[in-house]
């Protein structure tokens, strides 16, 4: 996941995944392999494909492809076959009748269709589930769009034979056995052996660049990158960093599971982790920090949901721990600062969360808008660090271990993790786990009253802490300001009201719960400085347009839209209990903001550039969002940037240039002794 960047919006890193389609009737399929022929034209979006099957099967099995592909032939070991041909949805199904005896047969099939174009890809959007699209720029064939046959297995083996016009070059995932290129063809040859979910086959007019990197006793894994000729020269810098990672990942969990890595660019803003490749659109690996961040999560998705397969009906565990050993540990790397200031954005995140758009982490699949990410990833990636503290470094890295050797090419859940880490710590885990993924929300810590005695030369702390009604089993760090300087305690709670005792060397002054962030909470309001998402995440937020002018009005909707993470409501007058966002010019606004006796626009951001934006703490708790322009045009011009600097209190634009940009300071909420 890219954070914090602009671009983090139009970017949706998810790993590749296809779900098995279901398939009626009685039937045995097993063991499917997979033999593809393809031969691809991507001027004229054509693909012609001959495919055999070989499976263990037995009785009416149900072969299905996508609609847009007219097959010719279909052959059961070498004869014509007999079938029932329907469609549903997007997919056409043959039923083929076999012999009651479980054997191994021969499917054949030959067909060809005419794929999406780039344009129609890029209507449908990244996040919209790509159609299998082809183009001189980039062909793109994701897996589960129905561009090869399938019989309704969880997972398959396979072998691909590519064709593409010369220039062209292309991948799907697994050793690369051959190539060659003529004068009239370019032509691979691709096996992948162990069980795999579904093929991604990409294809573009590619550079090559390729390095060996020897890893574990003389193992050779070939990194490659496949460019656009506009960005080749970042090769050598993207197959440093891919080095670094594969050696880093396979010392921490296991030796990496495929025969090479690649990075590939796309024509389109993606940025997808497929078995033994990534696919980044060329403006995104255009990015400086993208080598230091996403590469090294896409690379991770290797182990952790293409190597370990995620179990997708009982949730979706391999974002929060790829988050949490790429992203987060990339923080780590950092320093505690950088680490902190990860986990404070995540809280805020999450405060900001409205309760019903909440989910417990266990029902969290797959990213669909920001709300199942906020709990998917950031919420998830909080658990494995709350693990880390309570089992010890050594117990987790141990676990982890653990679960890449037993569960590789593999499904997991959430529970064969639980399992891993409760042999590797020795602990019953079954609290943790559930307490954390089956609940939504988090406990929201506070200190109800404390106070100090002298005992000899030491001090003794009593003290009453709350949680919420509903109460977690924590470990809660504590820190002590003291005349001898800061002390530090872990207190243990399980009770929505606890009392505490424990002494100080030195005379107590003030007392904070969990300083530095590190349990999974409900952050106190005093302890969050508003940002934009507070308010566009939160769905009875009213929209007021506070200007007369009628291009500014159609501007000013337009940006709701751009800026709600749902449907914006327009009103008037700012409502009782629920966050507003006014949109207008600078007088119009500055009239509203008095009329409504809500906060002026403060002084440092006043006559700055051609629009300002900026949040206010509400009185009820919620928020202000305000965006004063100078004219409709500088309104329209917000369009584009503003939506990508949700995690900001307030900035500055020139046009659609952010001059200066920033968040209002948080500050520790500590009880003072008297
Ligand atoms: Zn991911």
């Not at 007219?70 to 469609?87: C, Y």
């Not at 954005?345 to 405060?351: G, H, K, N, Y």
């Not at 470094?393 to 959430?414: L, M």
């Not at 002054?509 to 969050?528: G, H, Y």
Request: glycine letters at 6%.
């Amino acid at each position: 996941m890219i954070r914090g960047s602009p671009y983090a919006v139009a970017i949706a890193l998810i790993s590749s995944m296809s779900l098995p389609m279901a398939s009626a009737g009685e039937k045995d399929v097993r063991s499917v392999q997979l033999a593809l022929t393809i031969q691809l034209d991507p001027a004229r979006r054509s693909l012609n494909a001959e495919a055999e099957l070989n499976c263990e099967c037995s009785g009416a099995v149900t072969l299905s492809l996508g609609k847009r592909f007219t097959a010719d032939r279909i052959m059961v070991d070498g004869s014509p076959a007999a079938f029932e041909h329907k469609s549903k949805d997007e997919q056409q199904q043959w039923r083929l009748q076999l012999p009651k005896q479980t054997a191994r047969h021969r499917i054949e099939l030959r067909y060809r269709g005419e794929l999406a174009s780039l344009a129609q890809a890029d209507e449908r959007g990244v996040l919209g589930g790509l159609p299998p699209m082809a183009s001189e720029r980039g062909t793109f064939l994701p897996a589960g769009t129905g561009w090869y046959p399938e019989l309704g297995v969880d997972t398959f083996s396979y072998r691909v034979e590519l064709e593409l016009p010369p220039e062209q070059r292309g991948l799907v995932a697994g050793r690369l056995v051959r190539e060659s290129s003529s004068q009239t063809a370019y032509r691979a040859r691709f096996e992948l052996e162990h069980p795999i979910e579904g093929i991604d086959l990409v294809a573009g007019p590619y550079r090559i660049e390729q390095r060996a990197l020897t890893v574990q006793q003389s193992r050779e894994i070939a990194l490659r990158t496949l460019f656009h000729p506009e960005i080749a020269e970042l090769s050598s810098g993207y197959l440093d960093a891919a080095a670094g990672y594969v050696e880093r990942y396979s010392k921490a969990i296991g030796p990496y599971p495929y025969t090479g890595f690649s990075v590939v660019s796309s024509p389109l803003p993606t940025g997808f982790g497929m078995a033994s490749f990534t696919y980044l659109g060329v403006d995104v690996l255009r990015l400086p920090f993208i080598r230091a961040t996403s590469l090294g999560h896409e690379v991770l998705h290797n182990w952790w949901g293409n190597g370990v397969y995620v179990d997708w009906p009982r949730g979706n565990w391999c974002e929060g721990l790829t988050t949490f050993m790429a992203d987060y540990a990339f923080k780590e790397d950092e320093g505690e600062a950088a680490a902190q200031e990860m986990r404070l954005t995540w809280l805020r995140d999450f405060s900001a969360l409205p309760a019903e758009r909440d989910q417990p982490l266990r029902a969290f699949t797959s990213r669909t808008h920001d709300a199942s990410q906020i709990v998917g990833y950031d919420k998830a990636a909080f658990v494995f660090l709350m693990l880390r503290d309570e089992i010890s470094q050594d117990a987790f890295d141990a676990g982890i271990r653990r679960v890449w050797t037993r569960q590789q090419f593999h499904r997991a859940s959430w529970t064969d993790l639980e399992t891993a880490f409760e042999e590797s710590s020795g602990r019953d885990l079954h609290g943790f786990f559930s307490q954390w993924l089956d609940r939504r929300g988090a406990p929201a810590l506070a200190v109800e009253h404390a106070s100090w005695l002298q005992s000899g030369a030491r001090y003794r702390i009593r003290a009453t802490l709350t949680q919420g009604e509903l109460p977690y089993r924590l470990r809660v760090p504590i820190s002590v300001e003291t005349d001898r300087g800061t002390e530090q305690q872990i207190a243990h709670l399980d009770a929505a009201r606890q009392e505490l005792s424990f002494e100080t060397q030195g005379q107590p002054r003030a007392m904070t719960i969990d300083p530095t962030l590190r349990v999974f909470r409900r952050l106190d309001p005093r302890e969050i400085p508003p940002i934009l998402r507070q308010v566009t995440l939160d769905p009875a937020a009213v929209t007021v347009i506070a200007t007369r002018n009628d291009e500014a009005r159609e501007a000013a909707r337009a940006l709701a839209q751009r800026m709600m993470d749902t449907a914006p409501r327009f009103g008037e007058s700012p409502p009782q209990d629920a966050s507003v966002i006014v949109i207008g010019l600078h007088d119009e606004v500055d009239m509203w903001l008095t009329r409504a006796h809500l906060p002026a626009e403060p002084q440092q951001l006043r006559n700055r550039g051609s629009a300002q934006v900026w949040t206010a703490q509400l009185s009820n708790g919620k928020a202000l969002l305000a965006i004063s322009a100078r004219d409709a045009a500088a309104l329209q011009a917000l369009l584009r940037p503003l939506p990508h600097y949700g995690r900001q209190s307030w900035l500055v634009f020139d046009g659609a240039k952010a001059l200066d940009r920033g968040i209002w300071t948080a500050r520790a909420v500590s009880w003072r002794f008297e």
